[in-house]
């Protein structure tokens, strides 16, 4: 069984930072593809940054240069550095993996539980 688990969330004022982490465990093979989605009250979940299994980085223009995202290959765990937090940042933060269970299983994706992110202005 693979399990995403995250933390890190809360209620922090605006200008403040968080840091998010996605743990991954259970049998896996290999980890791809590591990202943060969001989704705010009464919107669509939407992309927030992704980072490859090089390292590689994408973010969305609302978030470049305040949010970083990094992995630890070795503890199976993504994290999603948060800086100069607004208002609008305020969402259900959730992780997403691509990974492959064993050699030469299906790639499968999955996602975490989200965790409550809170800006106060």
């Known amino acids: 069984q693979v399990q995403l688990v995250e933390s890190g969330g809360g209620l922090v004022q605006a200008g403040g930072s968080l840091r998010l982490s996605c743990a991954t465990s259970?049998?896996?093979?290999?980890?791809?593809?590591m990202a943060w989605h969001r989704q705010a009250p009464g919107k669509q979940r939407e992309f927030v940054a992704s980072i490859s299994g090089v390292g590689s980085t994408n973010y969305a223009d609302s978030v470049k240069g305040r949010f970083t995202i990094s992995r630890d290959n070795g503890q199976n765990t993504v994290y999603l550095q948060m800086n100069s937090l607004k208002a609008e940042d305020t969402a259900v933060y959730f992780c997403?993996?691509?990974?492959?269970?064993?050699?030469?299983?299906?790639?499968?994706?999955?996602w975490g539980q989200g965790t409550q992110v809170t800006v106060s202005s």
């Open positions: 997403n993996i691509n990974l492959r269970r064993n050699y030469g299983s299906s790639l499968e994706n999955l």
């Open positions: 259970g049998s896996i093979f290999s980890i791809y593809t």
